[in-house]
């Protein structure tokens, strides 16, 4: 890959192509812009002080002062973290098994639940249904990800609701790396948010009735897509619900939270296709990551290192140079991990490739020549293969 198969921010390297960011005259990106405002223009003083009143109101209130939504990533588990060791908050912990968790990150989940001792509930979804939303979801939107997307932000809502958990705290603020909401906002996780760009534009009741059973045969009930629906305004308002971002009130640096949670829990990085091996701990929960982020390198001409590199750079840490280097060293790599990935969904590369040129992102083209293929990763072994 090389700096200009698509324009790139000209301070970091995020690409014009990036879903919701702009450009100012100058070729600076809002991402940019909004990590200027985090660093000279707020009190986090002042919001660290209503964070701890907003925590007040909640404390020894209910069953659980807070529900933590959790993968046992970096964002979650120091989110998790801070909320019990930081503000000793009695937390429900629910995680949404999006059916891709590798080795150590469950290692890593264990380790966690039990140093911190807090209350846990995994849910796992209906596998037959699972693979018919990857496929329509692959399909309609270029991401097969749907299921995952909307199930780890409605199944916690749903969870408050049937607990009585007014309070939900969620990790980083998507100012951090994306222009959905910036700095100078409040960026509340609520239904507008939901349907503003995490349900991809599809709802449950949409996604219920595409369906075309092109990977299996099963034929969903209505009632297997409860998990994937947000609560009624209804629920929520008589709840009281709050449902806020930890980064919020509190500023997010990534690289110092992972230095936190490996001394104080132990927590282990691992290698993720297409990723340098000094980014250890990004996006190891998932071992269908890798195509993920081929998939945005096919559409968007850029992968997972890009937007790596463009954190370090906006924080000091890496030049432009440098991380234009790591850029064209690691992204652009056919991920090993395909080859399951179209054995789950019941097709070959080609079908594969045709579905995702009808989502490619102006001035974005396809690759003329195929992309070299990435090494297998070390636990491939132990993922489970079963189809159905």
């Known amino acids: 890959m090389n700096e ?11 690409p014009h192509t990036n879903e919701s960011v702009t450009f100012d005259g100058s070729g600076i990106c809002s991402v940019c812009h909004q990590i200027q405002y985090k660093k000279k223009n707020i009190d986090w003083q002042l919001r660290s002080d209503e964070l701890d009143e907003l925590l007040e109101r909640h404390r020894g209130k209910y069953d659980y002062d807070c529900i933590v939504p959790f993968s046992g990533g970096k964002d979650s588990t120091y989110t998790l973290w801070y909320l019990v060791t930081q503000k000793k908050l009695k937390c429900l912990v629910i995680s949404f098994d999006h059916g891709f968790y590798r080795p150590t990150l469950i290692e890593n989940r264990n380790k966690t639940l039990r140093k911190l001792g807090q209350d846990f ?7 037959k249904l699972v693979r018919q939303l990857m496929y329509e979801s692959l399909k309609r939107r270029g991401d097969f990800c749907w299921h995952c997307h909307t199930g780890i932000f409605s199944y916690p809502m749903r969870t408050a609701v049937k607990w009585g958990v007014p309070l939900l705290m969620w990790g980083e603020p998507t100012g951090e790396y994306a222009s959905f909401y910036s ?9 507008e948010r939901f349907n503003r760009f995490v349900n991809l534009g599809i709802t449950a009741e949409d996604m219920a009735g595409m369906l075309d059973n092109k990977v299996s045969d099963y034929k969903p009930d209505v009632r297997d897509f409860m998990p994937y629906t947000y609560p009624s305004k209804k629920e929520l308002r008589d709840l009281k619900c709050e449902s806020l971002l930890l980064g919020h009130y509190i500023p997010w640096d990534v690289k110092e939270q992972v230095d936190i949670i490996k001394q104080e829990l132990d ?3 691992d290698k993720v296709e297409g990723v340098p091996e000094e980014y250890d701990y990004e996006k ?3 071992y269908m990551q890798g195509v993920r982020d081929y998939l945005k390198f096919l559409k968007r001409g850029i992968g997972r290192t890009n937007h790596l590199a463009s954190i370090d750079i906006r924080n000091g840490r890496l030049t432009r140079e440098e991380g234009l280097k790591l850029m064209k060293e690691n992204d652009g790599k056919r991920p090993a991990s395909l080859d399951l990935f179209l054995k789950y969904l019941d097709i070959n590369e080609d079908e594969f490739n045709e579905i995702v040129k009808l989502h490619v992102v102006s001035p974005n083209k396809w690759p003329d020549e195929p992309l070299p293929k990435g090494d297998e990763l070390g636990d491939v072994k132990s993922w489970n293969k079963t189809i159905d």
């Open 4 to 14: 200009y198969r698509v324009p790139l921010c000209k301070s970091c390297l995020v």
């Open 121 to 127: 509930i995994q849910f796992t979804p209906n596998w």
């Open 267 to 269: 927590w282990k990085g």
């Open 183 to 191: 700095y100078d906002e409040v960026e509340e996780v609520n239904e």
């Open 284 to 286: 190891i929960e998932c």
